[in-house]
């Protein structure tokens, strides 16, 4: 993004969406993580550690995890909507 990163996008929402950061960048993580960040993925990233990040943001999406209040409320049933 030319002008915009994507920590700065973060702090600009009131609601943070379930966020993986990717970047080459590793002086950013603790900042991710201050933000809520589900995880930080350093480039280049190895298939099996991008797929332990993504199983790891389905399961707090299944937990009913919201990212707002910091806490796990039970849905109805898993939404399982996540690439809508």
Known sequence: MPHLTG???????KKSPATILTTAYSEYALEGYELD???????????ERFFKAVSKA?????????LTTHSITTPAEPQNNYFL
């Open 37 to 47: 960040v589900i995880d930080y993925l350093l480039k280049p990233i190895e298939f």
């Open 7 to 13: 920590i700065d996008l973060l702090r600009m929402l």
């Open 58 to 66: 389905i399961e707090w999406l299944d937990r009913g995890y919201d």
